[in-house]
């Protein structure tokens, strides 16, 4: 039995109750993997701005396809990983930019990834909302919106009643913001 297991273990357990609709549990997933499954969406795409869309795309698909997870074909790391490198890949393919520079991001260690998850701590998660809530409220409710409930930017822009690409902005820099803050603190 590996240090990892209790990681590996509550992630089986979030995944289950994602697949039976607890939001509360999607968010639990999120606080504890977005970190590495953010870093290989950056690995393929190589742009920030695209990794940030991206990872809003893989958490609605684990939000959709969590109950076809079977932990005993994958570690649910593994599992994770595979549906950000895949988007990623998805991604770049589809804007044309597809190359060599992909083989890397198909070796996703899993000990590594779960190694990422045992990392996660209550103080780094009590630093995410410290830093969450010290933006304004169109960018912080829009973030929680998108990454903990799964909306889209096109269904928060009309929930907002403003342009999709003012939305994308609000997210964009509000997720620097937050960065920037834990960076710091």
Not at 2 to 14: I, S
Not at 66 to 90: E, G
Not at 138 to 161: K, N, V
Request: hydrophobic letters at 45%; aromatic letters at 6%.
């Amino acid at each position: 039995m590996t240090v990892a297991d209790p990681a590996r273990k509550r992630l089986v357990t979030e995944l289950e109750r994602v697949a039976l609709g607890d939001r509360a549990a999607l968010r639990t997933v999120y606080e504890l993997t977005s970190a590495k499954l953010f870093g290989i969406c950056l690995h393929v795409l190589g742009e920030r701005a695209l990794a940030e869309d991206v990872l809003q795309e893989v958490y609605l698909k684990v939000w959709q396809g969590a109950a076809a997870f079977d932990p005993a074909r994958a570690s649910p790391i593994t599992w994770l990983c595979m549906i950000a490198r895949n988007r990623a890949i998805d991604w770049r393919r589809a804007a044309g930019r597809y190359d060599a520079a992909l083989a890397g991001a198909a070796d996703v260690a899993e000990t590594e990834a779960t190694e990422s998850v045992g990392e996660d701590t209550a103080d780094t998660r009590g630093l995410l909302h410290q830093c969450l809530d010290a933006l304004e409220e169109s960018p912080r409710s829009s973030i929680r919106a998108a990454f903990l409930e799964g909306f889209t930017y096109s269904e928060l822009a009309q929930r907002a009643r403003v342009p999709l690409g003012t939305m994308k902005s609000w997210i964009r820099r509000g997720l620097a913001q937050v960065r920037k803050c834990i960076e710091d603190g």
